[in-house]
């Protein structure tokens, strides 16, 4: 069997390693248009800060590890297009013929209509390359005042990198919070707050209408201009679907998949950034593009290719983050978005400590669960925390995805130890509030 996958990423690396460890004899090729594999675009902002030193060392693997397990690999190769009916990939160093097609071609940052975007000092955060860019300019000119366009998960960290190396930082946000997708206002006031003791400003309800000079050297924010020498548009990513829509197959926001990662032509999967699954909490479709997923995505698509019945389970879309020591988890529905869809939810919150309060060294961490009322089941939750928020969420997320309800939540068997713990979880206790209002 002829195994041809289109992306290097973390689906396409990942997909490759797993279908290998399958089928020891099937050919395997991966077509990618970067010049090395799987890297971590997670770590990125660290790379910026320092803590991680070189933007090399978030390469998971080199190149020459896939070639080993007898991984071809066609790097710095654009696929143009795919002729189904002939089952080739038409690329510019000729035609690559597959039996089975793995679309793992990921996303690309989006770039708003915005006046002067293109000027020198202006960046996104997506790739090795952007890493190089942004590091390399401020080592040369210094800035002493940036702006971040998007209040994101990549807005936000780098926004963080930059505080860390001493350059003052406005974020600015054109909905009324940051993390608006994932977090409700309350808990984004938690962060906000945290983040603002850092030397970190934010500017929300607003948006960027042009970027001033080439080096930049101010910014218009509606109707004022704001000094800044370094812009940061971190507006989120759009999945590459284009690749997909010209061959005929079936796209939405994403490349439209079945339960086994199939595209609508059975042949030709579509995996990580790219694909289009369904989300959990309303059996509607919506992309699901964190480094978890993809991975997931992966190892279900080699294991339906080698002949397994396997399905990739509906999305939470279980994601977490730390800014300034800060940790925030967070799943699922939020109460803003329950609100626009019209589904009844119930919520519980609790405020508390890490640790029992005779016990020194606690933490606050505020928890918020969000229960749909018609069934009990918990469809989603948001953890803000100074530590430990990481294995409540996961706690809560895999709960959510056994289809637990806030009885289940209540009494949840949990560990104590003074150090760690108290003997009443904070997950319980925010659970409980969500009871009584049932009752």
Excluded at 60 to 82: C, D, G
Excluded at 208 to 221: D, F, L, N, Q, T
Excluded at 404 to 418: G, K, N, Q, R, S
Aim: proline share 5%; with cysteine.
């Amino acid at each position: 069997m002829k195994i041809v996958v289109i992306g290097s990423g973390t689906a396409g690396s990942n997909f490759a390693l797993f279908m290998r460890k399958l089928d020891r004899k099937a050919e395997i090729i991966v077509i990618g248009k970067e010049p090395t594999m799987q890297y971590s675009p997670c770590a990125l902002p660290h790379v910026i800060s320092g803590t991680i030193e070189k933007p090399e060392d978030v390469i998971v693997f080199p190149n020459e590890f896939y070639e080993r397990q007898r991984i071809k690999l066609m790097l710095n190769t654009e696929a143009k297009a795919i002729d189904r009916e002939r089952k080739v990939v038409i690329t510019e160093k000729g035609e690559v013929p597959y039996d089975k097609l793995v679309l793992a071609v990921g996303s690309r940052a989006f770039i708003p209509p915005i006046k002067g975007v293109e000027n020198e000092g202006v960046f996104t955060l997506k790739s090795l390359d952007d890493v190089r860019k942004i590091k390399a300019y401020i080592t040369e000119k210094k800035p002493k005042r940036a702006v971040v366009i998007g209040a994101g998960l990549i807005g936000l960290e780098g926004a963080e990198a930059f505080a860390k190396l001493g350059i003052e930082v406005l974020v600015v946000e054109l909905m009324d919070r940051l993390m608006p997708t994932m977090l409700d206002r309350d808990m984004a006031t938690l962060v906000q707050k945290e983040m603002e003791k850092h030397g970190v400003s934010f500017r929300f309800g607003v948006g960027v209408s042009e970027i001033i000079g080439s080096p930049v050297k101010a910014v218009k924010i509606g109707d004022e201009e704001v000094e800044a020498d370094l812009v940061l548009v971190a507006t989120g990513v759009r999945a590459n679907v284009d690749l997909a829509k010209k061959a005929g197959l079936e796209v939405n926001r994403g490349i439209v998949v079945n339960e086994h990662l199939q595209t609508s032509d059975p042949n030709i999967y579509a995996i990580g950034d790219c694909a289009e699954v369904v989300d959990a909490a309303t059996g509607q479709r919506i992309l699901s593009q964190l480094g978890t997923s993809a991975v997931r995505m992966a190892k279900v698509a080699a294991e339906h290719i080698a002949g397994k019945d396997v399905s990739f389970r509906p999305v939470f879309n279980t994601a977490i983050t730390e800014l300034f020591g800060l940790e925030i988890g967070t799943f699922g529905m939020t109460e803003e978005r329950a609100k626009k869809e019209g589904v009844e939810i119930v919520v519980g919150k609790f405020k508390g400590s890490t640790k029992p309060e005779y016990y020194p060294g606690g933490k606050p961490i505020t928890v918020k669960v969000i229960f749909r009322k018609s069934d009990r089941k918990l469809i989603g939750a948001q953890i803000v925390g100074g530590e430990r928020v990481w294995g409540r969420i996961m706690t809560l997320s895999a709960l959510a995805q056994k289809g637990a309800t806030v009885e289940d939540l209540v009494y949840l068997e949990t560990a104590y130890a003074p150090p760690i713990s108290p003997t009443i979880d904070p997950i319980t206790v925010a659970a409980e509030m969500a009871l009584r209002r049932f009752r």
